[in-house]
């Protein structure tokens, strides 16, 4: 059912991350042509555990004109240069994923490649040794280079990154209103949502209302009836356990990523401490033994109360339902891996502004949306089960369930596609590049059995050539680049 009138009230309900993102972005982009308010409970809290972010937010910040070494310093940043597993493809084994891209590419193929020629032919440089970030990370290395040369995001405080938004929202004319939601009135004829009703008896009418009340989706669930896809049966983790400790070294510029028995443990640096975290199936781990295990791996002293958080893996139905749109944990939740979370929030938003319904809430304009904002996280999902699913460990009940289960055909043809041929093709809507599915499917365990014919077009002297000029390159950049520590004591030291 189409809706003409004109949108000129929009209505956030819920704060955190997502509420906050939400308006800055409406407010500083189209927020003249609109009235914002954002209805936020003091009594209800956020789960802000999310501190890793990926590089398009980096991007978002630029659009939004924010600066960086201010916003760094405010939120405790540091920055982040990819990911490394521990013990995911067996119990001693890791890699790194890291961002930007791995020795040069060409118009027919990517650079694994010439890579598994020169393997072929007896060359000993390790694959790893042709990415910039992957070198600088290791090395604990960070510097801003010309040209975006150096691609990087950011590990923060997201509880002091709402706040360091609303700020900037409240500068920019959003209207924030405290109060707790007691109702959400329907119109009976349209089903569209007319207004929200407070426990104070305050109401706020809207034509166009964002949903970030996170897992309960107050909005888009408990009153519209959307639905949830579950996706536990590829996704089986559903718990996680989250804690705070000292820092006792200087913060590295990457997450750790450390599998255990029944799911896995993030380490995550800050500038003042380190957030860690375990993710983990409530099927093969209970909440008491999950916060022991946790508690025994974690460096520094424990700063707070451990905090659990339940989830579902799977997204709503319909991400746009009527005139509502579900925002983070209200549209969907994957899981940690990967820092996607932030991500999608960013995504949804950027979707919305493309699509805004000025003169009118349309059936078309809805069906785009939910189009490509399914796409999306379902290439996003396919690459987390990835994960799990491609291993060699079957030392736990867990890891023997991961290795087994039946995956989406999306994701069975892509590893086959690679496995026969080292072929990786980024698909439309797809947020990870080729670079990533290749390191993470060969960090899993899984190698090309060829090379394309391309790579033999090379003499064996312009062979070598190529490949040790990216090499020398990157070692020499590297060893240009001040320590992460230092860089960020001189470009975003906190503001404690």
């Known amino acids: 059912m189409n809706n003409l009138s004109a949108v000129k009230n929009v209505v956030i309900a819920g704060g955190g991350t997502a509420g906050w993102m939400a308006a800055t972005a409406l407010a500083k982009l189209i927020g003249n042509k609109i009235n914002i308010t954002l209805v936020e409970s003091d009594e209800i809290s956020t789960v802000g555990v999310g501190e890793a972010t990926i590089p398009p937010l980096v991007t978002f910040h630029k659009m939004l004109k924010i600066n960086e070494a201010d916003f760094m310093s405010s939120v405790n940043a540091t920055f982040k240069l990819g990911i490394n597993f521990e013990n995911w493809k067996d119990t001693s084994s890791e890699y790194f994923h890291s961002f930007g891209t791995t020795g040069r590419d060409c118009w027919a193929t990517t650079f694994l490649q010439f890579y598994n020629r020169s393997k072929q032919e007896g060359y000993q440089a390790s694959y790893e040794d042709y990415c910039l970030e992957l070198q600088a990370g290791m090395s604990q290395k960070f510097a801003h280079l010309p040209d975006s040369g150096l691609k990087y995001a950011y590990h923060m405080d997201s509880t002091l990154y709402a706040r360091f938004l609303r700020t900037i929202s409240e500068q920019h004319g959003v209207k924030r209103i405290e109060g707790t939601i007691d109702k959400v009135n329907i119109d009976e004829v349209s089903g569209f949502i007319t207004s929200l009703k407070l426990t104070s008896g305050h109401i706020i009418e809207g034509d166009l209302f964002i949903d970030c009340t996170g897992f309960r989706g107050v909005l888009i669930e408990q009153a519209l009836h959307t639905g949830y896809e579950d996706w536990s049966h590829w996704l089986p983790c559903d718990r996680a356990v989250a804690v ?4 006792i070294e200087d913060p590295k510029p990457y997450t750790r990523c450390i599998a255990h ?14 957030g860690n975290g375990l993710v983990y199936c409530s099927k093969y781990l209970n ?21 659990f958080i339940k989830f579902s893996p799977g997204q709503r ?3 746009w339902n009527k005139n509502c ?16 979370s932030i991500h999608l929030i960013q995504r949804g938003i950027i979707r919305l502004m493309q699509m805004f319904p000025k003169t009118g809430i349309t059936d078309s304009v809805i069906n785009e949306y939910n189009f490509q904002a399914k796409e999306e996280v379902q290439y996003i999902r396919d690459f987390i089960i990835l994960h799990y699913h491609l291993t060699n ?35 439309p809507w797809d947020l990870f590049a080729e670079n990533s599915w290749i390191q993470v499917m060969r960090g899993q365990g899984l ?32 060893q240009s680049l001040p320590t992460h520590k230092q860089y960020l004591d001189q470009y975003c030291k906190s503001k404690g």
């Open 244 to 247: 705070q400790t000292e820092s």
């Open 261 to 274: 028995g029944s799911g896995w443990q993030w380490r995550i640096p800050l500038q003042n401490r380190t």
């Open 287 to 307: 909440d008491e033994d999950a916060e022991q295990l946790l508690r025994n791996n974690v460096e520094g002293e424990i700063l707070k109360k451990p905090l």
């Open 317 to 319: 139905r319909k991400h």
């Open 325 to 340: 749109v579900a925002l983070g944990l209200s549209s969907g939740f994957i899981e940690p891996l990967e820092s996607t």
């Open 393 to 427: 460990r079957n030392d736990s009940n867990f890891w023997r369930y991961c290795s087994k289960m039946e995956v989406p055909s999306s994701l069975t043809h892509r590893i086959e596609l690679f496995k026969d041929h080292g072929y990786v093709f980024k698909a």
């Open 447 to 478: 190698s090309p059995k060829m090379h394309h014919p391309i790579a033999d077009m090379m003499s064996d002297k312009e062979q070598d050539m190529f490949m040790n000029g990216i090499k020398n390159s990157i070692s020499q950049t590297v």
